[in-house]
T-cell receptor, first 109, second 114 residues
Framework: QKEVEQNSGPLSVPEGAIASLNCTYS??????FFWYRQYSGKSPELIMS????GDKEDGRFTAQLNKASQYVSLLIRDSQPSDSATYLC?????????FGSGTKLNVKP | GAGVSQSPSNKVTEKGKDVELRCDPI?????LYWYRQSLGQGLEFLIY????????KSGLPSDRFSAERTGGSVSTLTIQRTQQEDSAVYLC????????????FGPGTRLTVT
């Protein structure tokens, strides 16, 4: 059974702060990793993907991957109220994606 | 360009009836996925298509569920003899291998079985 673990939250941060979202996965065969944002009542939208160990930055978002620890994270700098959503972690193994249940982020003005 | 589209957006059906859910992927995307999301839950993988073939059907919950894809494009998910536990949002996503497996989701079909 392949598992993806995320803290369900809610994670509350003040506007302008850094939000740190974490994800651990059980399948060492996972080849790439994706972060999705899902607003309430909406479908997931892709934020970032990461394939290699280390950091990958895209605007206010930084994804971090440590395959040895089976750990992937997403940092959101200068958090905005519009970032309030549920963030889903999704490792990929071959052609199958395993989604975590998500972390709910609240950014307080 | 156009994104992934799904129809209907909402479907209310009586227990025991069959339903068909449709997904139209992004043009040129060869891979297509179906997921199910129950209220407050994560995404449950149902089935994956590469072209018209489905190499992985392991996620289909029971033999009441089936899916097909024709012409490497539109896909239909069929649920026979619906049960109340089938109530959920059914999401379709497509991706291009050239796009590094990044999936793009449709708006979903909310299925309610009464």
């Amino acid at each position: 059974q392949k598992e993806v673990e995320q803290n369900s939250g809610p994670l509350s941060v003040p506007e302008g702060a850094i939000a740190s979202l974490n994800c651990t996965y059980s399948d060492r065969g996972s080849q790439s990793f994706f972060w999705y944002r899902q607003y309430s009542g909406k479908s997931p939208e892709l934020i970032m993907s990461i394939y290699s160990n280390g950091d990958k930055e895209d605007g206010r978002f930084t994804a971090q991957l440590n395959k040895a620890s089976q750990y992937v994270s997403l940092l959101i700098r200068d958090s905005q109220p519009s970032d309030s959503a549920t963030y889903l972690c999704a490792p990929r193994e071959v052609n199958k994606f395993y989604f975590g249940s998500g972390t709910k982020l609240n950014v307080k003005p | 360009g156009a994104g992934v589209s799904q129809s209907p957006s909402n479907k209310v059906t009586e227990k025991g009836k069959d339903v068909e859910l449709r997904c139209d992927p992004i043009s040129g995307h060869t891979a297509l996925y179906w997921y199910r999301q129950s209220l407050g839950q994560g995404l449950e993988f149902l089935i994956y298509f590469q072209g018209n073939s489905a190499p992985d059907k392991s996620g289909l919950p029971s033999d009441r569920f089936s899916a097909e894809r024709t012409g490497g494009s539109v896909s239909t998910l069929t649920i026979q003899r619906t049960q109340q536990e089938d109530s959920a949002v059914y999401l379709c996503a497509s991706s291009s291998l050239a796009g590094a497996y990044e999936q793009y989701f449709g708006p979903g079909t909310r299925l309610t079985v009464t």
